[in-house]
C-alpha cells in the first residue's frame, strides 16, 4: 500500500495559476535553398526562436518562484514551434538513432514543416511516443547498463517539455542536489563535499546507493510528485505516454511497469523530482530535527553522500533512510553503501585503532582520501579512479590500432583532443600524478602502434618526445581549488 509523502513533503494545492503568456506565433517557413545566404537565415530563425523561449520560460520561472504552493493548469501551449526547433538544435548531431532509424541530418531537411506537423499532433493530442531501442554499455565491475535510445522526435518533444518542467521545479529543488541540474555540474558537487567535509565537523561518510534507481522507480509516484506542481493534464499524459512506450529488444516490445528509460532525454529531471520529495525533503527535515552534530549532504542523480559529526547519528539516518526509501519502491545496494571513518581526524582515529590509514570512497570519477599538506593541515586529496583511467587508456589503445595507417599528424591532432578532454574533467588540485600517469601511458601506446606500421618502422624516444610536445597538452592542474570556486559560486 503507498503512503503519501509527509506534510513537510507535500505541496498544498492553492488556487489554478493562470498562465497569460501568449503562445509564440511561428514565422513562415521558407523554403531551403543551397544558397550562401541560406545559413544566416537559419542563424537568425536560431536566434529569435532561443529569444522568444528565453522570454516565455522566464515568466513560468517567476510565476514558479513567486507562487511556491500552487499548480500550473495552462503549459503545454509553451510547447510550440520555437521550443521545438530549439530543442532539435539542442540534440547532439551524432546521437544513436533509436527505433525510426531517423538521424539528425536527415530531419533537418525540410525542418520548418516536420516541426510544424509535430507540433500539431503534440497539441491535438495524436502525438505518439515510439518504443526506445535498448543498447548496454559495460560498467566497472564488469555488468552493462541498460540503456533507452529514444526515437529523434521523442527527444525533441522531451526536450521541450523538459525545458518548461526544469524552470518550475528548479524553484523547488534543494540547494544539495547538483545532478543534471542547469549552471551546477560534477565538479560543483565535489567542491561542496570537499568544503563541507573540511569546513564543518565531519567524522563520519555515509556513501549511499541507491540499487537499480532508473529501473526500480515507481510511474505511480513519478506522476504523483509531478501532478504537486503541474495541473495540465495534457502534460502529465506526455509523460505516461514515454514511460509506457516500452523497450524494443531482440525483435520484442517489452511494456516496463516500473523504471524512467535511463537514457531517455526526459529521465534525470523525472529522476530529480522523484528524489527530491523522496530524500531531499525528508533528509533536510531530519538534519533539523533529528541530529545532535554536525550534518552535510551532497546528491548527484542517484548518489548520495552524507557526512555526520557523530557515529549515533549516522546510523540512525541509515536505517531511517532505508525504511524511507522503502516506502517508494526503492532500496540501497547493500554492498556498495557503507559508513566509514572520515575527516579531519581520522588519520589519529585510525592510530589509536591499530589502524594504518583511514577509509576512502569513490564520488564522481574520484577516489576521496583524507591527507594533509605539508604544513600538517587537513585535506580532502581527490585521485582519478584507476579502473576509469584503465578502461580510458584501453579505448585509446583500440582507437590507435585503427589508426595505425593514418598520417602522424591527422592521429596527433585526434589524440590531443582525447588527452585534453580527460584533462578537462580530471586536472583538479592534488591529482597532478595521476595526469602525469595519464600522459606517459598514452605516449607509449601511441609510440608503440608507430612502431607497428612496418617491420622498418622504428621511432626513436627522442623523435616521439618531439611528437607529443608538438600535439599532446601538457599534464597540469586547471581547475581551482575547492575552496575558491565554491565562495565565488556561493556567496555569503
Given at each position: 500500500?503507498?503512503?503519501?509523502?509527509?506534510?513537510?513533503?507535500?505541496?498544498?494545492?492553492?488556487?489554478?495559476?493562470?498562465?497569460?503568456?501568449?503562445?509564440?506565433?511561428?514565422?513562415?517557413?521558407?523554403?531551403?535553398?543551397?544558397?550562401?545566404?541560406?545559413?544566416?537565415?537559419?542563424?537568425?530563425?536560431?536566434?529569435?526562436?532561443?529569444?522568444?523561449?528565453?522570454?516565455a520560460l522566464e515568466r513560468v520561472?517567476?510565476?514558479?518562484?513567486?507562487?511556491?504552493?500552487?499548480?500550473?493548469?495552462?503549459?503545454?501551449?509553451?510547447?510550440?514551434?520555437?521550443?521545438?526547433?530549439?530543442?532539435?538544435?539542442?540534440?547532439?548531431?551524432?546521437?544513436?538513432?533509436?527505433?525510426?532509424?531517423?538521424?539528425?541530418?536527415?530531419?533537418?531537411?525540410?525542418?520548418?514543416?516536420?516541426?510544424?506537423?509535430?507540433?500539431?499532433?503534440?497539441?491535438?493530442?495524436?502525438?505518439?511516443?515510439?518504443?526506445?531501442?535498448?543498447?548496454?554499455?559495460?560498467?566497472?565491475?564488469?555488468?552493462?547498463?541498460?540503456?533507452?535510445?529514444?526515437?529523434?522526435?521523442?527527444?525533441?518533444?522531451?526536450?521541450?517539455?523538459?525545458?518548461?518542467?526544469?524552470?518550475?521545479?528548479?524553484?523547488?529543488?534543494?540547494?544539495?542536489?547538483?545532478?543534471?541540474?542547469?549552471?551546477?555540474?560534477?565538479?560543483?558537487?565535489?567542491?561542496?563535499?570537499?568544503?563541507?567535509?573540511?569546513?564543518?565537523?565531519?567524522?563520519?561518510?555515509?556513501?549511499?546507493?541507491?540499487?537499480?534507481?532508473?529501473?526500480?522507480?515507481?510511474?505511480?509516484?513519478?506522476?504523483?510528485?509531478?501532478?504537486?506542481?503541474?495541473?495540465?493534464?495534457?502534460?502529465?499524459?506526455?509523460?505516461?505516454?514515454?514511460?509506457?512506450?516500452?523497450?524494443?529488444?531482440?525483435?520484442?516490445?517489452?511494456?516496463?511497469?516500473?523504471?524512467?528509460?535511463?537514457?531517455?532525454?526526459?529521465?534525470?529531471?523525472?529522476?530529480?523530482?522523484?528524489?527530491?520529495?523522496?530524500?531531499?525533503?525528508w533528509a533536510e527535515r531530519w538534519?533539523?530535527?533529528?541530529?545532535?552534530?554536525?550534518?552535510?549532504?551532497?546528491?548527484?542523480?542517484?548518489?548520495?553522500?552524507?557526512?555526520?559529526?557523530?557515529?549515533?547519528?549516522?546510523?540512525?539516518?541509515?536505517?531511517?533512510?532505508?525504511?524511507?526509501?522503502?516506502?517508494?519502491?526503492?532500496?540501497?545496494?547493500?554492498?556498495?553503501?557503507?559508513?566509514?571513518?572520515?575527516?579531519?581526524?581520522?588519520?589519529?582515529?585510525?592510530?589509536?585503532?591499530?589502524?594504518?590509514?583511514?577509509?576512502?570512497?569513490?564520488?564522481?570519477?574520484?577516489?576521496?582520501?583524507?591527507?594533509?599538506?605539508?604544513?600538517?593541515?587537513?585535506?580532502?586529496?581527490?585521485?582519478?579512479?584507476?579502473?576509469?583511467?584503465?578502461?580510458?587508456?584501453?579505448?585509446?589503445?583500440?582507437?590507435?590500432?585503427?589508426?595505425?595507417?593514418?598520417?602522424?599528424?591527422?592521429?596527433?591532432?585526434?589524440?590531443?583532443?582525447?588527452?585534453?578532454?580527460?584533462?578537462?574533467?580530471?586536472?583538479?588540485?592534488?591529482?597532478?600524478?595521476?595526469?602525469?600517469?595519464?600522459?606517459?601511458?598514452?605516449?607509449?601506446?601511441?609510440?608503440?602502434?608507430?612502431?607497428?606500421?612496418?617491420?622498418?618502422a622504428i621511432v626513436p624516444w627522442?623523435?616521439?618526445?618531439?611528437?607529443?610536445?608538438?600535439?599532446?597538452?601538457?599534464?597540469?592542474?586547471?581547475?581551482?581549488?575547492?575552496?575558491?570556486?565554491?565562495?565565488?559560486?556561493?556567496?555569503?
Amino acid at each position: 500500500m503507498m503512503h503519501e509523502p509527509e506534510e513537510s513533503d507535500s505541496v498544498i494545492v492553492a488556487t489554478k495559476l493562470v498562465n497569460n503568456t501568449e503562445q509564440s506565433v511561428a514565422e513562415p517557413a521558407e523554403p531551403r535553398t543551397e544558397t550562401i545566404g541560406n545559413a544566416d537565415q537559419q542563424s537568425t530563425r536560431r536566434a529569435q526562436d532561443r529569444g522568444s523561449v528565453s522570454q516565455a520560460l522566464e515568466r513560468v520561472r517567476q510565476a514558479a518562484r513567486q507562487r511556491k504552493r500552487e499548480r500550473f493548469t495552462a503549459l503545454l501551449h509553451h510547447v510550440d514551434s520555437a521550443l521545438l526547433r530549439t530543442a532539435f538544435y539542442a540534440i547532439k548531431r551524432d546521437a544513436a538513432p533509436g527505433v525510426d532509424g531517423m538521424t539528425w541530418e536527415t530531419y533537418e531537411r525540410d525542418l520548418d514543416r516536420k516541426i510544424e506537423a509535430l507540433r500539431e499532433r503534440v497539441h491535438a493530442g495524436t502525438y505518439r511516443a515510439q518504443p526506445s531501442r535498448r543498447s548496454y554499455i559495460p560498467k566497472e565491475d564488469g555488468s552493462k547498463r541498460p540503456l533507452a535510445v529514444t526515437a529523434l522526435e521523442d527527444k525533441i518533444v522531451q526536450r521541450a517539455v523538459a525545458a518548461v518542467l526544469s524552470v518550475i521545479h528548479e524553484e523547488d529543488f534543494l540547494g544539495f542536489s547538483y545532478g543534471f541540474r542547469p549552471k551546477r555540474s560534477q565538479h560543483d558537487a565535489l567542491d561542496a563535499l570537499i568544503v563541507g567535509i573540511s569546513d564543518k565537523k565531519v567524522n563520519h561518510i555515509l556513501d549511499a546507493d541507491i540499487r537499480s534507481f532508473f529501473t526500480e522507480v515507481s510511474q505511480q509516484w513519478v506522476v504523483r510528485f509531478l501532478e504537486h506542481r503541474i495541473g495540465d493534464k495534457r502534460i502529465i499524459r506526455l509523460v505516461q505516454k514515454w514511460m509506457r512506450a516500452g523497450i524494443l529488444e531482440d525483435g520484442i516490445v517489452t511494456i516496463e511497469e516500473e523504471g524512467t528509460g535511463q537514457g531517455s532525454v526526459i529521465s534525470p529531471l523525472l529522476a530529480n523530482i522523484y528524489l527530491h520529495y523522496v530524500f531531499d525533503l525528508w533528509a533536510e527535515r531530519w538534519r533539523r530535527r533529528e541530529a545532535t552534530g554536525d550534518m552535510i549532504m551532497v546528491r548527484y542523480a542517484d548518489d548520495i553522500v552524507v557526512g555526520f559529526q557523530h557515529e549515533s547519528d549516522a546510523r540512525r539516518f541509515w536505517d531511517a533512510m532505508r525504511d524511507r526509501l522503502r516506502e517508494f519502491s526503492l532500496s540501497l545496494h547493500p554492498e556498495k553503501t557503507r559508513l566509514m571513518k572520515f575527516g579531519r581526524f581520522a588519520a589519529e582515529n585510525c592510530k589509536r585503532r591499530g589502524g594504518s590509514k583511514p577509509e576512502t570512497f569513490k564520488f564522481l570519477g574520484f577516489v576521496l582520501i583524507c591527507d594533509t599538506t605539508r604544513r600538517g593541515s587537513f585535506r580532502v586529496r581527490r585521485k582519478s579512479r584507476s579502473d576509469r583511467m584503465r578502461a580510458k587508456l584501453r579505448e585509446i589503445k583500440e582507437a590507435l590500432r585503427r589508426r595505425r595507417h593514418r598520417p602522424i599528424p591527422e592521429t596527433g591532432r585526434w589524440l590531443a583532443q582525447v588527452v585534453g578532454g580527460y584533462f578537462a574533467y580530471h586536472a583538479v588540485p592534488t591529482n597532478g600524478a595521476a595526469l602525469s600517469t595519464f600522459h606517459h601511458r598514452v605516449c607509449k601506446l601511441w609510440h608503440r602502434q608507430l612502431c607497428r606500421r612496418s617491420q622498418r618502422a622504428i621511432v626513436p624516444w627522442s623523435r616521439m618526445t618531439k611528437l607529443t610536445d608538438e600535439y599532446l597538452p601538457k599534464p597540469r592542474i586547471l581547475h581551482p581549488w575547492p575552496s575558491v570556486r565554491f565562495a565565488v559560486r556561493h556567496l555569503r
